[in-house]
């Protein structure tokens, strides 16, 4: 699913949800959605107001999953956010994070089947990034070794003759 997310909202809204308050560091919020689009398989593209801050400079920004996009002077995350709902096409797939009125209200104006609150995809993101991932079962040869033939076939193998 194609996410789309208002960078600051959300990340204002994560600020008073850290523990302590106020202690989550732009650059840690931005591989954590990084982290969170790698594990979903989610398309994210969060988008901020304003020009890279300077706890940014010199970061990869674009990490699998995630692009992260800066309004630049003169235009706010809103006006790109509006922007690119006007021009999606796939906007029933589209999930849309915003606690602002006016990009909630063009989301449900456009038929956005996904439309979340900060809070609520904080707390989405968090549970997903609490799951463990799955892990492959072992190979059962791992726990029980090798069959006499084999053995004896990587003996053969390597030239080591009983």
């Known amino acids: 699913m194609r996410t789309v997310i ?12 850290a523990d302590p308050p106020g202690s989550l560091a732009l650059s840690a919020f931005v ?14 593209l969060l988008v901020f107001d304003g020009g890279v801050p300077p706890a940014l400079h010199g970061r990869s920004l674009n990490l699998p999953g995630l692009a992260v996009r800066f309004s630049g002077p003169g235009r706010s995350a809103d006006d790109l956010i509006l922007h690119f709902l006007e021009g999606y096409s796939g906007v029933r797939h589209l999930c849309v994070v915003s606690t602002d009125r006016a990009i909630r209200a063009a989301a449900r104006r456009r038929s956005c089947k996904h439309i979340l609150t900060a809070a609520d995809f904080w707390g989405e993101l ?12 072992e190979p059962a040869a791992k726990r029980s070794g090798l069959s006499s033939e084999e053995t004896d076939y990587w003996l053969r193998e390597f030239g080591i003759q009983g």
């Open 6 to 17: 208002d960078g600051y909202n959300l990340f204002h809204f994560a600020l008073k949800a």
């Open 31 to 44: 591989e954590a959605i990084g982290e969170y689009a790698r594990w979903t398989r989610a398309e994210v």
């Open 126 to 137: 968090v549970t997903a990034l609490a799951r463990t991932p799955r892990k492959r079962p």
